[in-house]
C-alpha cells in the first residue's frame, strides 16, 4: 500500500532551477533514508543525493553545491531543489525511499519516475 509519487519535472533552460517532490502514502509507519537517482537514456540510473530521517544528506560530485534535497517528515515528503541546470541534467529522476509500514520490517520503494530535460 506504499506509494512514492513524484512531481515537479518539466522542461527548463541551461541555468535555470526546478524543485523536484516526492511524498509517500499509504499505510506508513515511518520514512527512514530517502533519496533521489536519475536515469538518462542509455545510461545506468544513478544516485543524485539522499537524506536520512535524521538530516544528514549526500550529494553526488556532479550535483554539490547546485542541488539540495531537503525532506518534511510530517509530510513524508522530500524535495530536490535544482540550480544552475546543466543539458546533462537531463534525464528522469526517481524518487526511491525506505518505508515501515506497521507490523514488519522497512522495504526499498521506487517513485514513478518524472522528466527533467534542460535545454541548452
Known amino acids: 500500500q506504499v506509494q512514492l509519487v513524484e512531481s515537479g519535472g518539466g522542461l527548463v533552460q541551461a541555468g535555470g532551477s526546478l524543485r523536484l517532490s516526492c511524498a509517500a502514502s499509504?499505510?506508513?509507519?515511518?520514512?527512514?533514508?530517502m533519496g533521489w537517482y536519475r536515469q538518462a537514456p542509455g545510461k545506468e540510473r544513478e544516485l543524485v543525493a539522499d537524506?536520512?530521517?535524521?538530516?544528514?544528506?549526500n550529494y553526488a560530485d556532479s550535483v554539490k553545491g547546485r542541488f539540495t534535497i531537503s525532506r518534511d517528515n510530517a509530510k513524508n515528503t522530500v524535495y530536490l531543489q535544482m540550480n544552475s541546470l546543466k543539458p546533462e541534467d537531463t534525464a528522469v529522476y526517481y524518487c526511491?525511499?525506505?518505508?515501515?509500514?506497521?507490523?514488519?520490517?522497512?522495504?526499498?520503494?521506487w517513485g514513478q519516475g518524472t522528466q527533467v530535460t534542460v535545454s541548452s
Open positions: 526511491k525511499g525506505r518505508v515501515s509500514t506497521y507490523g514488519r520490517s522497512s522495504l526499498w520503494y
Open positions: 499509504g499505510s506508513i509507519a515511518s520514512v527512514n533514508t
Open positions: 537524506i536520512t530521517s535524521g538530516g544528514t544528506t
